[in-house]
């Protein structure tokens, strides 16, 4: 009968051990490996978009174990491209920003945490998967257009103008240089014409 040195023993116990701690390291990257509880496709420069990652932020931190994957379609056309064609198998007319997808239920438009992200929540808490179907956010103002999203500014600043013109609308500067324009010809032509004295 033959028996194994007690260092390989040892050395079967430190390398189970450093097995488990890997595999342990390893569980919540494998979490991600099952489907999402949530899908969102979301655009950067969509209002909306915002508010319901910031929704989706604090209902990770309430729900730990959900799973959610986020779809950035300014960066991804496969994804806006998956959108898309979720859309049409739905039925719906056109692309709509922010669409969740809920265990078969796509959801297009956020409004706010107290209407839509309610909605959402009665959704995950639902069990198992439905019947699919869509739904349009019934809140006035809550769907943005992919091809229309605009920054909340109208664009990155200018360096030769001033801070304090930054904020100047295009309509402004339009409306200022009429303003001028009617000045100058009342100072040169009207009033000298009227014999006033300029």
Known sequence: MRT???SSAATRGLLSALVLALLSLLAPTLAWARAPDLEV????D???CRAAHVFLEQLQVRHPDLVVVEHDVSLDDAAMDDLRKRTNEAGLASVGLPTFSVRGVLRVGFDSAETTGRTLEALLASPGAREPRAEIAPEEGAICVPETCAPESVGAPNPFW???LQDLDMTDIVTFVVFIGIW???QT???PKLGVPT
């Open 4 to 6: 194994e040195p007690r």
């Open 41 to 44: 496709w979301t655009h950067p």
């Open 46 to 48: 969509c209002a909306h």
């Open 162 to 164: 001033p801070p304090w």
């Open 184 to 186: 100058l010809a009342l």
């Open 189 to 191: 032509w009207v009033l």
